[in-house]
């Protein structure tokens, strides 16, 4: 990344309890995209698929991101699913989220959930 470069965090979960998505194609598509874009140099893409909540602080910490993209599964209680350590749905819920977020405030500009409901 080119300093003064903007970090790009997309973060996917397909947990094996869930019907299938096809996350490798979302990745394609918005990598593409990126590659045309007139600042592409100072775009770092950082994609993290099979996600566990273990997994988002860190890659937090280590990226500080400007911008977080989640894709994956939503709950009609408004969680979104990460997986366990076995692959499984692991829902996180929003409030959770938020106070999370909120501790990455200075960095993160953007935050997109792609999920279900």
């Given at each position: 990344?080119?300093?003064?470069?903007?970090?790009?965090?997309?973060?996917?979960a397909n947990?094996?309890?869930?019907?299938?998505?096809r996350?490798?194609?979302?990745?394609?598509a918005?990598?593409?995209r990126?590659?045309?874009?007139?600042y592409?140099?100072?775009?770092?893409?950082?994609?993290?698929?099979?996600?566990?909540?273990?997994?988002?602080?860190?890659?937090?910490?280590?990226?500080?991101?400007?911008?977080?993209?989640?894709?994956?599964?939503g709950?009609?209680?408004?969680?979104?699913l990460?997986?366990?350590?076995?692959?499984?749905?692991?829902?996180?819920?929003?409030?959770?989220?938020?106070?999370?977020?909120g501790?990455?405030?200075?960095?993160?500009?953007?935050?997109?959930l792609?999920?279900?409901?």
């Open positions: 990344m080119t300093t003064g470069g903007l970090t790009f965090l997309l973060l996917a947990p094996v309890d869930t019907p299938l998505l996350l490798e194609e979302e990745i394609r918005i990598d593409r990126l590659r045309g874009a007139a592409r140099d100072q775009i770092d893409f950082r994609p993290h698929l099979a996600m566990r909540v273990a997994d988002l602080q860190e890659l937090l910490l280590r990226y500080q991101p400007g911008i977080v993209h989640f894709s994956g599964h709950t009609e209680a408004g969680e979104i990460l997986q366990d350590d076995s692959g499984r749905a692991q829902p996180v819920a929003a409030s959770a989220l938020v106070d999370l977020f501790l990455f405030r200075t960095h993160v500009r953007c935050i997109v792609n999920a279900c409901y």
